[in-house]
């Protein structure tokens, strides 16, 4: 499947990250998972965010019951790739450079992450 190249606010992301952690939630569950009370201005918050990120296709509504369901048809990788795709288009014209660069030289990457990276550029 293609990935949408959708930028994902913060406040959608919390809820993709509910989503991620289940099989399929209902709104209720996931304004449940979000806020400490349920209300009427939490579960249209949730409602709203919900209808975004089915407008952005992050998200897949089952109807096939009186309470609709919800899940993410992206998973966190999707996403991390879109939203650093789009910083690096902001920041340095689409170069995703710096970022590796950064990350190999404030040694945060591990052996484990270095050597992946090695076996993913020799393969191209």
């Given at each position: 499947?293609?990935?949408?190249?959708?930028?994902?606010?913060?406040?959608?992301?919390?809820?993709?990250?509910?989503?991620?952690?289940?099989?399929?939630?209902?709104?209720?569950?996931?304004?449940?998972?979000?806020?400490?009370?349920?209300?009427?201005?939490?579960?249209?918050?949730?409602?709203?965010?919900?209808?975004?990120?089915?407008?952005?296709?992050?998200?897949?509504?089952?109807?096939?019951?009186?309470?609709?369901?919800?899940?993410?048809?992206?998973?966190?990788?999707d996403v991390a790739g879109m939203q650093?795709?789009?910083?690096?288009?902001?920041?340095?014209?689409?170069?995703?450079?710096?970022?590796?660069?950064?990350?190999?030289?404030?040694?945060?990457?591990?052996?484990?992450?270095?050597?992946?990276?090695?076996?993913?550029?020799?393969?191209?």
């Amino acid at each position: 499947m293609a990935v949408p190249k959708s930028v994902v606010t913060d406040t959608e992301l919390e809820v993709l990250k509910v989503l991620w952690d289940s099989t399929s939630l209902s709104a209720r569950e996931i304004t449940q998972q979000l806020y400490d009370e349920i209300n009427a201005s939490s579960m249209g918050t949730v409602q709203k965010l919900i209808a975004r990120l089915e407008a952005k296709q992050l998200v897949h509504r089952d109807r096939g019951d009186s309470v609709h369901r919800f899940n993410a048809v992206v998973t966190r990788q999707d996403v991390a790739g879109m939203q650093l795709d789009d910083f690096a288009e902001k920041l340095s014209e689409g170069s995703l450079s710096p970022f590796v660069l950064h990350l190999v030289q404030a040694k945060r990457l591990s052996k484990k992450e270095k050597e992946q990276i090695r076996r993913l550029l020799a393969d191209e």
